[in-house]
């Protein structure tokens, strides 16, 4: 086991160090370089100079690969000049991941809560009504885009309903942050007062982010219900006169594991899934790459070398 793990450290430390290269790679071969992306087509002569000589980038590559490792080592990603100029990367990011974990984690209850049981009773009436709408719903959440799906959830529920919040992540000015996540810190400082409507801002997202892996569970979960009632001693115990075969012992390892592998799915997909209903989340690294703010995809490359080596 110990032998094992050292193996497994090691490899994510030969990841993490290619992965590094590449982004290193990918951030110096951007149209017109790292200042053209930063500064935009207006930037002047001066403007160039001045923030080329301020980031190294007039030194050779392997001293400008080396003070970006360095940095990021320390936990330095740069300062954001896209989402909001002039704070730190680093901060923007803890400041912003326990809104992804939040949504992370009710999506991925939603989904087992719903599609296990939902499994089981679709196996036990095979080919029942039933079991055919099951089947057509998990097929259109892996078939229907996440995004798609969000924005039908946002007009049906939020504009033309009126139920749940249209967007955003609810906040008191007055509430007492202990841990960062909402929901839980009003059950820590029992600020009851303080806590309406945070939990209804998690029910649109949770719902769209749930959806595919939801379906997954759901399939697996009946796949395994159904080989286990298709076994000789459940055709045995009915030819005895059970009267009940869902009662037969299945595999209960498939329903535990199924989640595992979908514990990657709900945190990576977070940054560009949860953009409708919008949360003030992760979503804000993947808006500062869009505006080409250089230092942000430094900020992002942790949570996605922690969740490659997982692995839609």
């Known amino acids: 086991m110990l032998k094992f793990i050292i193996r497994r450290l090691l490899q994510l430390v030969v990841v993490l160090f290619v992965l590094s290269i590449l982004l290193f790679a990918w951030l110096r071969a951007l149209p017109g370089g790292v200042v053209s992306a930063m500064l935009g087509e207006r930037a002047t002569p001066e403007s160039r100079a001045r923030l080329t000589e301020a980031f190294g980038l007039d030194e050779p590559l392997p001293v400008q690969y080396w003070r970006f490792l360095t940095r990021a080592l320390q936990g330095d990603f740069g300062v954001s ?5 002039g704070r730190s990367a680093t901060s923007i990011l803890v400041e912003r991941f326990p ?8 999506a991925l209850v939603l989904a087992v809560v719903v599609a296990i049981p939902l499994g089981y009773l679709a196996a036990g009436k095979r080919a029942s009504f039933l079991d055919n709408s099951s089947i057509v719903v998990s097929l259109v959440g892996v078939a229907v885009p996440v995004f798609f799906l969000a924005f039908l959830l946002k007009y049906v529920f939020a504009i033309k309903l009126g139920w749940l919040p249209v967007s955003g992540r609810s906040n008191v000015p007055d509430a007492t942050h202990v841990t ?15 806590s309406p409507g945070r939990p209804e801002a998690l029910v649109l997202p949770g719902i769209a982010l749930a959806s595919i892996p939801f379906a997954m569970i759901f399939r697996i979960t009946r796949a395994s219900v159904l080989e ?5 001693f459940v055709r045995t115990a009915r030819a005895e006169g059970a009267q009940s075969p869902r009662r037969a012992r299945s595999p209960h390892h498939a329903q535990c594991t199924a989640p595992g592998h979908h514990r990657r799915g709900p945190a990576g ?8 209903p919008h949360r003030d989340g992760l979503q804000l690294q993947v808006a500062s790459v869009r505006r080409s703010s250089s230092p942000s995809p430094f900020a992002t490359t942790p949570c996605c070398s922690c969740s490659s080596s997982s692995q839609p």
């Open 81 to 85: 000049t896209g989402v909001q100029p």
């Open 99 to 106: 809104a992804t974990v939040e949504l992370s984690f009710v």
């Open 180 to 194: 960062g996540f909402f929901v839980l810190d009003g059950l820590l400082t029992r600020e009851w007062d303080a």
């Open 228 to 232: 286990v009632l298709d076994e000789d």
């Open 269 to 276: 997909g977070c940054p560009a899934r949860r953009r409708r």
